[in-house]
Every structure is written in structure tokens, then in C-alpha cells.
């Protein structure tokens, strides 16, 4: 039986009807991003049409979940909330403070022997206030909720970007900042700005080399990684149905690194299979009874053009295989001679040193089943592999079943170094490199989402690329990075031109899902009594005090402490890697703030001018010299700032310090809701040139924000060291209630007073 199969039945309950509702109020057929949405309204039944992209709305989330490196903040401000519940069944997953090393077993007893505070920590505070705990190696938390919790039709949040892989399963899933859990858990509305919506038709069917993953990569090439801001992805038609449930999550997965919000596919046949087979027939069994609630309305994918803001249509039938890189999602190429003209244009290694299968985004059954196919065809036609590989399995359930069909053997056979179910490389967690700064130019490929400047490994010099985990295996094998397997052959142990076929694999296992120990722990019924200990002096843990507001005074005589060129993401802003050790001490991860922003006057990163001595330091030190003498900063960005990580610690770190505001070309969506949580402000350039205006000494002054309103500007004087000054307009997304969190210092202060009161 399914977790919280009651609370499924009730959203079921009231699905029809809401959805009745609002097809009445919105007079037109719904897609399932609007049924899902319409129906998980705070206030319940509908009573008004939303303008997409313009009207901010109040939801009520059915689930949370957090991952640890995440959790630890989360749950530092939920321990401020004064609640003695969490009001939504959640869950945390210890899966991010794992490194990947030696193997599975080594590696995880050295992540618990390093983290045991931090995971006794998340255990206590998981005991006290109800919620799910997932022991270190349980699984990737984006794998294990969606083989325990996602269900169709349903809506979640989670403290993690990728929580979109639930999307997979029908759901509307977002990830959110550790703030916007808070208020969830704490029983309160969460809210959203109502999404935009793009369809994605996919006609004909995968066949070959070609998979789920190419869909995406496909997509990330036309839409960009800023081009599904603010929208909601839907995908539909005969190709979306032709897709296993995992190929649907992996779709869904990778719609973070085209910034939308979510992304989403109607119940099928596929879900219903995949429900069953994880043990959840009582799941598909309600689903059943509403499926034609649990998908866009007919007339909507007849004639998509009259119902979504943007469609793209995507042929399965010609679809190649892709890789996507270096340094950035959404740079595409296919397979083959294509990548063989560009990587010699751009310079890119040629030799594949490592293939990398895996992640919360490629580590289903399915996932490794093709991969294996490939591997057993090498091992059968004596090819040796010229690359390494390392796998990491989703979760143990997914572990233990390739182990027993002996999929895991496959890989071990050709010499793969098996990782802790866990994200490992995927987030910089991979002991690589003893000295990464220095380490030298080269190429790797894997099946994961993001491949951004030294994101799996440190190493600045690594060029990542994306691809399926079928064809990531084949690039190992050959140890090429332009190979392409549809057409090119290898020589064997033996001398001999061998030629790989089209990849296999298994939807589900034919045996069934098994496991031995999924690390799986309820919380107590009664957690009153639970003590949650912080110890007093630790590094690694740190009890929070709630932020002053910034004043109009604060806002006067602000110094810049960098203007950011070119992309800027959270990795940039808050680095992942061995800097998670200090994911819940505030005051000592604030040490990693922007050190890998580009500063736009030397193009050096973590090297900026103080102010106040004339002379040249890190960022961090920098604003710790003007936090101690009472001087708000201001940080200055181009366009998509804080794309990425749905990390808060990139919000929490700046306002800690004593940044008051950040001043961009465009916002990626979960970094502007992050600073809003934390009482600062996220302000735009009204005219985007005025970007090239601001210079290394200015000081800033807040005109009128007194007058800070919905829908106004606001106007900064930029005074310049030559005493010139120039007036810019910027614009803002506030509205009244965001507003009140900027004046009360915080989202969390504004849940704290109305809980006292």
C-alpha cells in the first residue's frame, strides 16, 4: 500500500468537482497543469479565471520534501515557526553529503563517520515534528519520491530544483527555497506567481539510439536555459504515451535546467504500470477511477496552439541522439560527425576519460538496463573500455534489483567503480582530484542534468557533456567523444572491427522490484519529548537568528560589491562540493559567497575592489569589512541570475552578510522568490543598458523607497567616484504580501509574529 494513501484519496475526492468548477470559470477545455492547479487552490473551489504570468496565487501543496543539504536550513526556520507538526506529510533524504571516492560501502560509512552530526541532526528534527527520514544511502530523493510518494494529479514542493522529476508521474511538482517549505509545513499557503504554459507534442516513437534523455536535450537546445521561465511545461501526444514512467521523470528532471517551473505528463498506461509495480496498485486503482482528470482535456491536444502560450513539436521518429555541452545544458549537438566539426572548432578533448551513469535524472531499472546492454556487448566482443566508468544507482530498491538480475556485474566486469546510491559527482561531490583548481584539460560525458564549470569534479578545466546513459556508455567504451554508435565500428582485444547494436532494456524488471532494507524511517507518533541538540561551538550546525529589516537609512550610501558578468548561477553565488559540509552553519558557508562570480572589471572571479581600503580580496571579506563598519552592498547581475540549484543558501548568504539588494538584467524564478523570503530585495533594470553604467566605486541610494508599492519602480541614484551621478528606474514583482515580508525582515519573521499572535 502507498504512503498516505488516505490523503491521495481525499485529493481524488474533490478533483472532479474542482475541476468542473473551473473549467466553468475559466469557460474553456483545461490542460493538466491547469486542472492540477485549479484544483490544489488554498482557498478551494475556483472562483476566478488567473492571468497566466501576471496573478500571484495561493496554493495548498498536498506533500514536502527536502534532501539534506537543503533540509538542514529548512528545518533550522521551521524550528522557529512554533509548530509542533508539520502540517503536510514530508520527508528528508540524505543523499547530498556522500562523496564519491572508493565504492559504495567505504564511501558511505566516511560520509556518515563525517556527517554523523548533521545526519543525527536531520534525524532528531525529522523525529520531533513528524516527518519521513531516508538514512544516508537510501537514495537519490527525486528517484525514491517517485517511486514512494508522486502520484497523478497531485501537487508537492521540494527544497531541491529537481523535485520536477515527479512530473513524471503526473504530478505538478516544484522546487522551491527552504523558506517556501517552511511555510507549507508550517500549515500556511504557498504561493506562486500563476505559470505560463508551453506544450511540447511529441509524435512518433524512440527507437534505437535514441531515448527519453534526447527529448530533453532537444528541447533545452530551442528553449534555452532561461526560455521556460515562469512556464510550465506540458508534454502530450503519441510519443508521450509511447514513454515508460521513468522516461517521463527524466523529461521532466532536465525542465530545471530550462528554468520552468515544472513539467508534466497526463496519466497513462505507463504510470499505472509503474505505480503497480512499486506497490501502489491502490494508487492506480483511485487514479483509474479519474483519469480523464488526471490529463489535459481532448480538445487541448487537438488544437494546442488555442490553449498554451507555446507549442514545439518534436518528431520521436527522426529524434538523434544528443550530447549537450560543455559548461552549459543547453548547448546541443548530435552524436557523431556534428560533434566531430564543433569540438575541433571549440577546441574540446577529443579522448572521453570518464562515462558517468546515473543521477536523480538517469537511474531507473530501465535506465540501467540499457546501459548494461551496451557494457554486455563489450564484454562479449572484447572490447575494452577506454574510459572509466562510475555508476550511481537512484535508490536502493532500484540497487538491490540490478544486483540480483546481475546488471550490476555487467558494469564491474568492465572494471566501473560502483557509487553509493546517492548524487555524488552530479553535485561535486566526486573525490576526483586531490588539487581540482589545477588539474588538467579534459572530457567526460554522463546522464545527468547539469554540467556547469567545475560542478561534478571542481576542476575548472573538465568539459562536461550530457547524453542518455546508453550512449554515455558507448562514448566510455570507445573513449571518444565524437563516436557515434549508429554508425561507427571498434577494434576488439583481438584486432578485429566490431560494431555495438541498438541498445535493450526492461520498462520494469521482469522479476519485480525488490530490496532487502529501502532505509526507510517513520517518525514517532509522539515527538514532544524528542530533544534536537545543537552543540554549542559546532562548525557544521548553527541555530539561526531571525534578520532585522533593512531600512530606508540601510539603503543610503550602499557600496557595490560586485557586478557579475555573464552567467551567474547558484553555483556561482553559493559553490555545492566540500563547501556542503557547511550547509547548516550560515556564518561559515557565508565564506563561499560569489566566490566563482566573474567580476565584470578584471574578469577574475572571488577578486574585487574594497572600497573603503582602495585595495583588492575576496568577495566574502570584502563585505564582512563593510557589515562591520554598518554598510549595505548592493550585487549587480546579468541576465538569468541564480539560475540553478533551488539552494536559498545563495539568498541567506548575501543577506547575512549585509547585501541589501540585487540588481539584474532578469531573475531565474526560485532565486527571486529565495531573496524575497529573506527579506531583501530582487530589482531589475527597467532599461537593460543601464547595466553598462554602473562602475567599480559607485555608491547607491534609494531614492524613493518609502514609496515601495506593487506594479512602481523604484529609483536608485548611482553616484560615481568622479562625483558625476546618473538616476535609473528598476523594476520589481512584489506584491502587497512580499512587500510585508521586505518590511518585516523576512518571510519567516511575518510566520513567527502571526504565530505569537
Keep these: 500500500?502507498?504512503?498516505?494513501?488516505?490523503?491521495?484519496?481525499?485529493?481524488?475526492?474533490?478533483?472532479?468537482?474542482?475541476?468542473?468548477?473551473?473549467?466553468?470559470?475559466?469557460?474553456?477545455?483545461?490542460?493538466?497543469?491547469?486542472?492540477?492547479?485549479?484544483?490544489?487552490?488554498?482557498?478551494?473551489?475556483?472562483?476566478?479565471?488567473?492571468?497566466?504570468?501576471?496573478?500571484?496565487?495561493?496554493?495548498?501543496?498536498?506533500?514536502?520534501?527536502?534532501?539534506?543539504?537543503?533540509?538542514?536550513?529548512?528545518?533550522?526556520?521551521?524550528?522557529?515557526?512554533?509548530?509542533?507538526?508539520?502540517?503536510?506529510?514530508?520527508?528528508?533524504?540524505?543523499?547530498?553529503?556522500?562523496?564519491?571516492?572508493?565504492?559504495?560501502?567505504?564511501?558511505?560509512?566516511?560520509?556518515?563517520?563525517?556527517?554523523?552530526?548533521?545526519?543525527?541532526?536531520?534525524?532528531?528534527?525529522?523525529?520531533?515534528?513528524?516527518?519521513?527520514?531516508?538514512?544516508?544511502?537510501?537514495?537519490?530523493?527525486?528517484?525514491?519520491?517517485?517511486?514512494?510518494?508522486?502520484?497523478?494529479?497531485?501537487?508537492?514542493?521540494?527544497?531541491?530544483?529537481?523535485?520536477?522529476?515527479?512530473?513524471?508521474?503526473?504530478?505538478?511538482?516544484?522546487?522551491?527555497?527552504?523558506?517556501?517549505?517552511?511555510?507549507?509545513?508550517?500549515?500556511?499557503?504557498?504561493?506562486?506567481?500563476?505559470?505560463?504554459?508551453?506544450?511540447?507534442?511529441?509524435?512518433?516513437?524512440?527507437?534505437?539510439?535514441?531515448?527519453?534523455?534526447?527529448?530533453?536535450?532537444?528541447?533545452?537546445?530551442?528553449?534555452?536555459?532561461?526560455?521556460?521561465?515562469?512556464?510550465?511545461?506540458?508534454?502530450?501526444?503519441?510519443?508521450?504515451?509511447?514513454?515508460?514512467?521513468?522516461?517521463?521523470?527524466?523529461?521532466?528532471?532536465m525542465g530545471a535546467e530550462v528554468g520552468a517551473t515544472t513539467s508534466t505528463f497526463g496519466y497513462d498506461e505507463s504510470m499505472a504500470r509503474y505505480l503497480k509495480s512499486t506497490g501502489r496498485a491502490d494508487v492506480a486503482e483511485a487514479a483509474d477511477a479519474i483519469k480523464d482528470y488526471l490529463t489535459g482535456d481532448d480538445e487541448v491536444y487537438a488544437n494546442p496552439e488555442d490553449y498554451f502560450d507555446q507549442v514545439i513539436e518534436i518528431n520521436l521518429d527522426t529524434l538523434k541522439p544528443h550530447l549537450n555541452g560543455p559548461f552549459t545544458p543547453d548547448l546541443a549537438t548530435v552524436a557523431g560527425s556534428e560533434m566531430t566539426e564543433k569540438a575541433k572548432k571549440n577546441d574540446w578533448p577529443m579522448k572521453v576519460e570518464w562515462g558517468l551513469i546515473g543521477s536523480c535524472t538517469n537511474s531507473s531499472y530501465e535506465d540501467l538496463s540499457r546501459a548494461a546492454s551496451v557494457a554486455k556487448q563489450a564484454v562479449e566482443l572484447g572490447l575494452k573500455p577506454k574510459a572509466d566508468f562510475g555508476i550511481n544507482p537512484g535508490s536502493e530498491q532500484v540497487r538491490y534489483t540490478a544486483e540480483r538480475d546481475g546488471l550490476l556485474d555487467i558494469f564491474e566486469q568492465l572494471g566501473a567503480k560502483i557509487f553509493t546510491n546517492a548524487c555524488g559527482p552530479c553535485i561535486g561531490q566526486w573525490g576526483r582530484y586531490e588539487d581540482p583548481k589545477n588539474a588538467p584539460k579534459n572530457t567526460i560525458v554522463h546522464s545527468f542534468n547539469r554540467n556547469f564549470a567545475k560542478r561534478a569534479d571542481g576542476n575548472p578545466n573538465t568539459h562536461a557533456f550530457v547524453a542518455s546513459p546508453e550512449l554515455v556508455a558507448a562514448l566510455a567504451i570507445s573513449g571518444k567523444l565524437d563516436f557515434n554508435p549508429e554508425t561507427d565500428t571498434l577494434v576488439n582485444d583481438e584486432g578485429q572491427e566490431v560494431k555495438l547494436k541498438e541498445p535493450t532494456g526492461f520498462e520494469l524488471p521482469p522479476k519485480g522490484f525488490d530490496v532487502e532494507d529501502p532505509g526507510y524511517q517513520a517518525p514517532k507518533a509522539d515527538g514532544s519529548g524528542v530533544e534536537v541538540v545543537v552543540k554549542e561551538g559546532s562548525e557544521r550546525l548553527q541555530l539561526l537568528d531571525p534578520f532585522m529589516p533593512i531600512t530606508k537609512d540601510d539603503l543610503q550610501g550602499m557600496k557595490l560589491l560586485i557586478k557579475a558578468y555573464g552567467k551567474c548561477t547558484t553555483d556561482h553565488i553559493s559553490m555545492a562540493g566540500p563547501w556542503l559540509r557547511f550547509r547548516g552553519h550560515l556564518d561559515n558557508i557565508a565564506n563561499n559567497t560569489l566566490i566563482g562570480a566573474v567580476n565584470a572589471y578584471n574578469e577574475k572571479t572571488n577578486f574585487v575592489k574594497n572600497q573603503l581600503t582602495g585595495e583588492y580580496g575576496p568577495v566574502p571579506d570584502t563585505q564582512r569589512e563593510y557589515k562591520a563598519k554598518g554598510i549595505k552592498s548592493i550585487v549587480v547581475g546579468d541576465h538569468n541570475y541564480g539560475e540553478g540549484s533551488s539552494r536559498e543558501h545563495a539568498a541567506m548568504q548575501p543577506r547575512h552578510l549585509g547585501v541589501a539588494a540585487v540588481l539584474v538584467k532578469s531573475f531565474a524564478r526560485i532565486h527571486e522568490t529565495n531573496l524575497k523570503k529573506q527579506g531583501m530585495l530582487a530589482l531589475t533594470f527597467a532599461n537593460e543598458s543601464d547595466y553598462d553604467l554602473i562602475q567599480e566605486d559607485d555608491t547607491f541610494n534609494f531614492l524613493d523607497i518609502e514609496s515601495f508599492a506593487p506594479d512602481k519602480p523604484l529609483t536608485i541614484e548611482v553616484a560615481h567616484a568622479d562625483g558625476s551621478k546618473d538616476t535609473i528606474k528598476v523594476n520589481h514583482t512584489y506584491n502587497d504580501a512580499q512587500i510585508g515580508w521586505f518590511k518585516e525582515g523576512s518571510a519567516l519573521n511575518v510566520i513567527k509574529k502571526e504565530n505569537a499572535a
Design 1 to 253: 500500500m502507498a504512503f498516505d494513501i488516505d490523503m491521495i484519496k481525499g485529493v481524488y475526492s474533490q478533483m472532479a468537482e474542482r475541476v468542473d468548477k473551473a473549467r466553468d470559470v475559466i469557460g474553456k477545455p483545461m490542460t493538466l497543469a491547469e486542472k492540477i492547479l485549479y484544483s490544489h487552490l488554498w482557498d478551494g473551489a475556483p472562483k476566478t479565471a488567473f492571468r497566466r504570468g501576471k496573478d500571484y496565487v495561493d496554493f495548498a501543496p498536498d506533500r514536502v520534501a527536502c534532501q539534506d543539504a537543503t533540509a538542514q536550513m529548512a528545518l533550522l526556520q521551521f524550528m522557529q515557526a512554533g509548530k509542533p507538526k508539520v502540517a503536510v506529510p514530508t520527508t528528508v533524504h540524505c543523499d547530498h553529503l556522500i562523496q564519491a571516492k572508493i565504492g559504495a560501502d567505504k564511501d558511505l560509512q566516511n560520509a556518515i563517520n563525517q556527517s554523523s552530526e548533521v545526519f543525527n541532526f536531520l534525524e532528531s528534527v525529522s523525529n520531533k515534528y513528524g516527518i519521513g527520514f531516508w538514512k544516508p544511502g537510501a537514495g537519490i530523493i527525486h528517484q525514491v519520491v517517485l517511486e514512494n510518494y508522486a502520484f497523478p494529479g497531485g501537487m508537492m514542493i521540494g527544497t531541491d530544483s529537481h523535485t520536477v522529476n515527479a512530473g513524471g508521474l503526473g504530478m505538478v511538482a516544484i522546487g522551491v527555497g527552504g523558506a517556501d517549505a517552511v511555510d507549507v509545513m508550517a500549515g500556511m499557503a504557498w504561493e506562486l506567481k500563476f505559470p505560463k504554459l508551453i506544450g511540447v507534442k511529441l509524435t512518433g516513437k524512440l527507437s534505437g539510439w535514441s531515448a527519453p534523455k534526447d527529448v530533453i536535450l532537444k528541447v533545452a537546445e530551442i528553449l534555452t536555459v532561461k526560455g521556460g521561465t515562469g512556464a510550465i511545461i506540458e508534454y502530450f501526444g503519441e510519443g508521450a504515451t509511447s514513454m515508460s514512467c521513468t522516461g517521463k521523470g527524466t523529461i521532466c528532471n
